[in-house]
């Protein structure tokens, strides 16, 4: 809730109201209970229970299919879309269930923004890609709209290199740009929370480096949540390193722990290549 | 195993075998193809252009009048000596006809193609689509006599006039463009990625904030196509027209006078005319604008198709 502080901008928001519950840790801004999700009969996300600390990333491993994806999508209701999907147990989000009925899934990804493992920006300009979000939302004034542009580009670390050309097309920039964008993009949204999936790994290394040290800037502001392939990548980047097989969470704790002295053989494992 | 020679290894890579006759027969065959097909293209462009600019080199018509003459009368000659050849009249009825006709056709096919794949994508595939497939097939003589029973009659009754006219002819073509504007405004719409809409959604759009500003946006190029490519069809239909248009060469005061389009006097006209006269010259210089037209429709399409790929 940090970022809303620091940006004196008139969004017409209606925050969640935060509920004091007994079995919420204050420290966590997120939080889920025996979370399931099935697609038809598959059951690809089994019983998850995980809590994310404020300020802090956690990432999410486990070999393809593992259900990680889905359960990140899961968080902000992304999988609502999908007809086949059902979703069982609670997710808290500042100690609310985003389950209940008069929760609004549009203020959902307002303040849980997401990232997609491609880079998808709309074809529209620099400015309008970042401005789409608050426009929408009823900011109208340009001055207003290009402070929230250049604020929000130079977190993404993308301003000093699209300054001059904030009107053409965002499809001309590189694909690591692009990715910044739409971190940029969903910045704007002001969230508190960012869930990423896989955004490195469509990148060359040089850009996915510039993503991971923007990852360990935003961790100042957001709660972020992580889904990678890349080892070296959590270790890099993740305070918390939650390992998922089929379906279940096998291991959850420090990264520090969970790399050097796993309680699983299952995980030493996968994070030593021997499993996926 | 022993090593082979080189005389070996030569003898192995030299010598030929049956694929490659196949391999060449396919090529001779394919080749062919194209030659034919880009002959005959070339004899019709040839046919045309001979035939429909010998009005005014053989013929000694002008093209000012052609294009500004309100008075269609190929068998005499005015004053100058000149045919009379205004055909003014039928370029502004093809051209009202087909542009009113997208205008309607084009909002109306967007939006059942919306309906179709984002509201109900299941009612769509499983209703919407074969019903348009079945629209797409119906021919157009079905189509004019439709409007020749129905429209015209309508028309009639709610209007001054007879209920031929623009009017009548351009509720026909609309009808029968809206398939075709329909499915590739489907197609268009279809193409834009899940992850756009997703990538849109995951901002906290609704459902037809995503539609407005993302999946039409991005499919923006294809809508276009789509209206062109209908309004291609409907400036080369001749049947339905001619059907309920009235067929008078004059350039109607309101959209229900009876008029003429380039392509209903190229049908009205063509059996009553031999061959070298100037009558049939004239009607093959309407021919000529009717391709002159579909070309540029051909090349604006192109263009957009250009622009989204770059």
Redesign the interface.
Known sequence: MQSVALQPVKMKTNRIKVVDSPDFPRSSVLQTTDLSVYYGEHCAVNEVSLSFPKQSVTALIGPSGCGKSTFLRSI?R?ND?IDSCRTEGKIYYEGVDLHSLNVNV?????QI??V?Q?P?P???SIFKNVA??PM??GVKDKRELLGIVEENLKKAALWEEVKDQLHTSALRLSGGQQQRL?IA??LA?QPSVLLLDEPASALDPVSTAKIEELISQLKKDYTIVIVTHNMQQAARVSDEVAYFYMGRVIEHGPTEQIFNHPHHEQTAHYINGRIG | MMAKTIKEIEHTLYRKNSKMRTERFGKSLTFLAVVLTAAITAAILFLVFSKGLSTFIMNDGSVKDFFTGTTWNPAEVNSLGKPIIGALPFIVGSLAITGISALIAGPLAIGAAIFMSEIAPNAGKRIMQPVIELLVGIPSVVYGFIGLSVVVPFLRDLFPGSGFGIAAGTIVLSVMILPTVTSLALDAIQSV?R??R?????????RW?MIC??VL??AKPGLLMAIIFGMARAFGEALAVQMVIGNASVIPHSLFEPASTITSILTMGMGYTVMGQVENNALWSLALILLLMSLFFTIIVRMIGKGKSA
Do not use: W
Request: glycine letters at 8%.
């Open positions: 902000n992304m879309d549009h203020e959902i990804r307002k923004g997401m997609f491609r998808v709309f074809a529209k789409a979000g929408r939302y739409c993009r969903a949204m | 990625p992850s756009l997703e990538a849109s959604l995951a901002l906290g759009s609704t904030q500003k993302v946006k991005t």
